[in-house]
């Protein structure tokens, strides 16, 4: 009872049982769901395919989300529901310098490094900003990243003169597909990338314990010789940084963008993520690998949905239901009710032994 005890109270131990839960209900309902395959994309290169596969592919999107998501999380306590149209953003800036005035090149007028960089630069800028109405003019996060929410796919549109520009250029596929002779998609591997380079950050920087520190109490961090504006500004900057990177994925995908779909309703999967990751909304203490595994999970939950019939427009319903009990059972009451029910129960117990 000790261990079971234990175990429960780690906080990866939610997503995990959460990937548990649905690893079983897809071996039950169709064995099938695991049947990895190997086949030929469009270059005639061979791939592997699968459910499991997509999972890796679209899961390593949010799983780059995730990580500036958590930051921003446990500083501010709250959320950025903008992330999706900062992506819209990040995408239309790199086909614009890729694209230059021709919306379809024969040739690159940038090179795609270049771009990226660029891409970067602005997607950072676009943090910035909700960084400074959050942590200079104290407005709370989803109302001040409410404005980008809003204009961001506008502003996307209107970079590139509401034109779809399209890229002819290979070796910029190979981002959002496969590199020649590798069959596993390159979106895994640029997450892969990404998570090591936020666990050297917080290995070999104060980030991480500045950021808990700010969110778990803001008054008390400062007192202590810290600068907790300056903290919730950089978690948004870098939050920026992660959405470059996924802007840069989703148009690499199909070498083209389309401003009011792409990335639809990935904040809140991001937002979900951290949720199941353990980590309290509100802000404090975090886990990173937690929220990168709710990551995963959520997009094992979503191709499961797929798989079994339900309609696109109806996946944030179910998500949503996840959310609310994600929140009720992280809230504090709930919490002191579940350990009071839970010493009942050994009490019980061990009175019957």
Do not use: H
């Not at 049947?35 to 791939?47: C, E, H, L, M």
């Not at 390593?60 to 989300?65: G, K, Q, T, V």
């Not at 990338?193 to 500045?210: E, H, P, Q, R």
């Amino acid at each position: 009872m000790q261990m079971l005890k234990k175990i429960t109270k780690q906080q990866i131990f939610i997503p995990i049982a959460a990937l548990l839960i649905l690893a079983i209900f897809n071996l039950i309902a169709d064995p099938s769901f695991y049947k990895i395959t190997f086949s030929y994309n469009s270059a005639g290169q061979p791939v592997m395919t699968g459910n499991l596969i997509t999972i890796l592919d679209s899961g390593s999107e949010l799983a780059i989300l995730a990580i500036g998501m958590t930051l921003v999380t446990a500083a501010c306590g709250g959320q950025d529901i903008s992330v999706g149209a900062a992506v819209a953003i990040s995408g239309s800036v790199l086909l614009r310098v890729l694209c230059g005035s021709n919306t379809r090149p024969e040739t690159l007028q940038a090179p795609i490094i270049v771009a990226f960089l660029v891409s970067c630069a602005v997607a950072m800028l676009f943090g910035a900003f909700n960084g400074v109405l959050v942590a200079y003019f104290k407005i709370q996060p989803m109302v001040a990243t409410l404005i980008l929410f809003t204009a961001g796919r506008s502003i996307a549109a209107w970079i590139n003169n509401n034109e779809l520009p399209v890229i002819s250029e290979p070796r910029f596929g190979y981002f959002g597909g496969y590199i020649p002779g590798i069959p596993i998609p390159t979106p895994f591997f640029i997450a892969i990338l990404c998570i090591v380079v936020a666990v050297l950050l917080l290995k070999f920087t104060n980030l991480g314990l500045y950021t808990q520190a700010v969110g778990i109490n803001e008054n008390s961090s400062r007192l202590n010789g810290l600068n907790p504006a300056l903290i919730k500004f950089l978690t948004f900057v870098l939050l920026g940084l992660c959405v470059a990177v996924v802007g840069l994925i989703k148009v690499s995908r199909f070498s083209t963008i389309n401003y009011s779909v792409i990335a639809k309703d990935i904040e809140m999967d991001a937002i979900l993520a951290v949720a199941l990751g353990g980590n309290a909304l509100s802000g404090g203490k975090f886990n990173l690998a937690a929220s990168i595994l709710g990551a995963y999970v959520i997009q094992f939950l979503t191709t499961t949905l797929y798989k079994v019939k339900v309609q696109s427009d109806a996946l944030p319903a179910y998500k949503a239901v996840v959310v609310i009990l994600l929140v009720v059972m992280s809230a504090p009451v709930v919490r002191k009710w579940l350990a009071g029910l839970g010493k009942k129960l050994t009490k019980q117990v061990k009175e019957a032994v």
